[in-house]
């Protein structure tokens, strides 16, 4: 029997992308223990070397047509899709999105089948292939990094200034012992009073979330509930969590919060935390949200009270989610490793580069995970590993329901062959005529 053979593409959406969907611990198990033969792009910026998937047995080379699979990170650039090849990348497509509707129809339009990380989910929905936890990991890095910065162009000087940017460290360890070492020099040495209480929001409570607080953990924070945050004066480094219920009310008077109701019909509720954003120093957002759910911080609450306000409380945004005029509406930008932070000023609708100038200042990077290359990659792979088989020996060819690929990767199939499967044919309206 013929050995299936599967392609890794090189990542070249920009300098800093040095992740990979597999590493070669796992190439090495594909192709002893899985027959399978694997081609991989060369390239100079992976985390990875060339050498290292050589060693195990792959085939380096710039020619992937021998590939009717091909795996990638981010997206495959237009015109370097082939006609009929299935491939399996992050489309950032699943909402609609419009810069990316021109990949979905050319993907459609050369008969390939493409495959999304993103929806990959158990039987409950939960997502099983992800880098949400090293994006979680390198937002609250960057988002601590910027705020000494800020925090110093302001003139008050703080042991935040200590914190590197996440691509600055070797790796997680690194990263830790300088939080580890921050911790002890806030103990050490309190916040001046005009910061306190000193008070680090984080939304959410998946991966993201969970990431994020890992490391800020680490400098032994005052867990409070966000109920007590309207209370709360004494001095100290506090961390506070919110859920959906912290985040929004039923418009109705009197109804009461239901999660699920929630998801249903958000357009039953809206917004309170703006509420609480005025007694947040720093807010690390991790959310999953679409224009249907009620906006976190808008433009129009941003301008009255930044103008009521000489020096409001809140400096910093770690928008880890990095939806452009999203849940928070300021984020109007992406900004990259090397210059992670912009001011926006509700004034005017500005946006000045770097931690300088009047506004509220922002951390939108978009590519978190790969600062963090080799251990994102190594986990991300773990939890991919276990399909690749599987979805090398499935049947591209033939229909959807006979392909044979695993319950999780169907799920996650958004293209068959040229055509939107069933449970995607919603983004139709999308594409446009």
């Known amino acids: 029997m013929e050995r299936p053979t599967i392609g890794i593409r090189r990542e070249d959406k920009h300098e800093w992308e040095a992740r990979v969907p597999l590493t070669p611990d796992a ?16 390239s100079p910026i992976r985390a990875f070397a060339d050498e290292a998937y050589l060693e195990v047995g792959a085939r380096v080379d710039e020619d992937l047509s021998a590939c009717g699979l091909v795996f990638a990170v ?4 237009i015109a370097l899709l082939r006609p009929s090849t299935a491939y399996v990348f992050f489309s950032h497509t699943i909402k609609g999105q419009p810069y990316n509707m021109p990949l979905l129809r050319r993907v459609l339009d050369l008969g390939c089948t493409l495959i999304d990380y993103e929806r990959i989910v158990d039987s409950e929905g939960r997502r099983l292939v992800f880098f949400g936890r090293h994006a979680g990991l390198a937002g609250m890095i960057d988002t601590l990094h910027v705020l000494g910065r800020r925090l110093e162009w302001q003139g008050v000087p703080t042991p935040f200034r200590e914190i590197e940017a996440a691509h600055r460290y070797p790796g997680l360890t690194e990263a830790r ?29 998946g991966s993201v979330s969970r990431g994020a607080q890992e490391l800020l953990d680490l400098l032994r924070p005052e867990s409070v509930d966000p109920s007590q945050l309207a209370a709360l004066t004494t001095p100290g480094l506090y961390k506070t969590v919110f859920e959906e219920r912290h985040l929004v009310e039923p418009v109705e008077p009197g109804a009461s919060f239901e999660l699920q109701d929630y998801y249903d019909n958000p357009d039953r509720y809206r917004s309170v935390f703006e509420a609480h954003a005025r007694r947040l120093a720093v807010l690390v957002n991790g959310i999953y949200w679409t224009e249907a759910y009620p906006r976190l911080l808008t433009l129009e609450f941003l301008r009255e009270w ?21 849940s928070v509406e300021c984020t109007v930008k992406v900004t990259t490793p090397g210059q992670p932070a912009f001011v926006f000023d509700p004034a005017t609708g500005g946006v000045a580069e770097g931690v300088e100038g009047p506004g509220l200042c922002m951390m939108t990077t978009d590519c978190l995970p790969c600062e963090l290359p080799i251990e994102s990659s190594t986990s991300f792979t773990d939890a ?39 449970d995607y044919r919603y983004l139709e309206s999308h594409l446009g005529p």
């Open 27 to 42: 190439v090495r198990t594909l192709v002893a223990d899985e027959s399978l033969n694997v081609v991989v792009q060369p």
């Open 74 to 77: 981010k997206e495959v650039p």
């Open 177 to 205: 012992a300088a939080f580890e070492k921050l911790g002890e020099a806030l103990r050490r040495d309190p916040l001046p009073a005009a910061l306190q209480p000193f008070v680090v929001g984080v939304t959410g409570y």
């Open 306 to 326: 930044f103008a009521s306000e000489a020096s409001p409380r809140l400096r910093v945004v770690g928008d880890i989610s990095c939806d452009i005029d999203g």
């Open 384 to 422: 991919l590993q276990p399909f690749v088989a599987a979805a090398a020996r499935a049947d591209y060819a033939g229909t959807f329901e006979g392909s044979g690929l695993p319950a999780p990767l169907a799920a996650a199939t958004i293209v068959w062959r040229g055509e939107l499967t069933p």
